[in-house]
T-cell receptor, first 111, second 113 residues
């Protein structure tokens, strides 16, 4: 089915471990984004990408790494997870007109 | 960067129009205004966007003031399913054809039976 999918949907990990959240879209949208949402807060932009091999930092990039070798995939890696990175992570893609299409979210708990 | 200001919460009676305001006084001439909503813990959903003119689609209407410093999202006949957090966002160009959409805390709309 066409759309945007995130995996895993739920993840529990320990402090210091590396975690990768996957994001895959089937629309061939140029733009992709990663946001995090903490309880009681709005969404904060972590990283975004205008095209394959082009990525830029958002508001809160520290502690995260992204790559975009293929248009359809935009993985987000926490190189050494910390408790403060416990959050819900949303991936989104959009066309040039700016309509974002979000995934269902990945809920990450760092113990 | 253009930023937006929204009331933290609003109530609306079921069947009535919901009018959600947004201030974006520092918006630049080529920056669009977007509205999204987030129902419970789902991913946000696109509603509508505009530059200067008023816009309408099957979900809502967007009224932008002539000076573009504020806008109002109108849900013409609110239903219980419209209970959500509504985000007003200004799309900011980051250069080299790239742009950001920065979400604030939004307005929590409660539709009351």
């Amino acid at each position: 089915d066409a759309g945007i999918t995130q995996s895993p949907r739920y993840k529990i990990t320990e402090t210091g471990r590396q975690v990768t959240l996957m994001c895959h879209q089937t629309w061939s949208h140029s733009y992709m984004f990663w946001y995090r949402q903490d309880l009681g807060h709005g969404l904060r932009l972590i990283y975004y990408s205008a095209a394959a091999d082009i990525t830029d930092k958002g508001e809160v990039p520290d502690g995260y790494v992204v790559s975009r070798s293929k248009t359809e995939n935009f993985p987000l890696t926490l190189e050494s997870a910390t408790r403060s990175q416990t959050s819900v992570y949303f991936c989104a893609s959009s066309t040039v007109t700016g309509e974002l299409f979000f995934g269902e979210g990945s809920r990450l708990t760092v113990l | 960067d253009a930023k937006t200001t929204q009331p933290p919460s609003m109530d609306c009676a079921e069947g009535r129009a919901a009018n959600l305001p947004c201030n974006h006084s520092t918006i630049s001439g080529n920056e669009y205004v977007y509205w999204y909503r987030q129902i419970h813990s789902q991913g946000p959903q696109y509603i509508i966007h505009g530059l200067k003119n008023n816009e309408t689609n099957e979900m809502a209407s967007l009224i932008i003031t002539e000076d573009r410093k504020s806008s109002t999202l109108i849900l013409p006949h609110a239903t219980l399913r419209d209970t959500a957090v509504y985000y007003c966002i200004v799309r900011v160009y980051s250069g080299a054809g790239s742009y950001q959409l920065t979400f604030g805390k939004g307005t929590k709309l409660s539709v009351i039976p």
